[in-house]
């Protein structure tokens, strides 16, 4: 059985606000990856905005923070 005695401390608020604030720093690693390396094994030629993994995975977590914010 996990035991999580240690995070009875910690408020409702303060941990949504610490899960919205990993999720808005992943966010911001995400947009530094570079955009050669998003497109790796897609030729110049046939890059299209949906296969930008970038978007991709803003998107999953604009969601996610979406979700978190609301409950």
Same mark, same amino acid.
């Given at each position: 059985? %996990?035991?999580?005695?240690? %995070?009875l401390g910690v408020s409702m608020e303060s941990a949504k606000l610490i899960f919205l604030i990993l999720f808005v720093v992943i966010g911001i690693l995400v947009l530094l990856i570079p955009n050669d390396r998003v497109f790796e094994g897609v030729e110049k030629e046939d890059r299209r905005w949906w296969n930008n993994l970038k978007l991709w995975s803003l998107t999953i977590l604009a969601v996610l923070f979406m979700t978190y914010y609301a409950f």
């Open positions: 059985m %996990l035991n999580f005695d240690w %995070l």
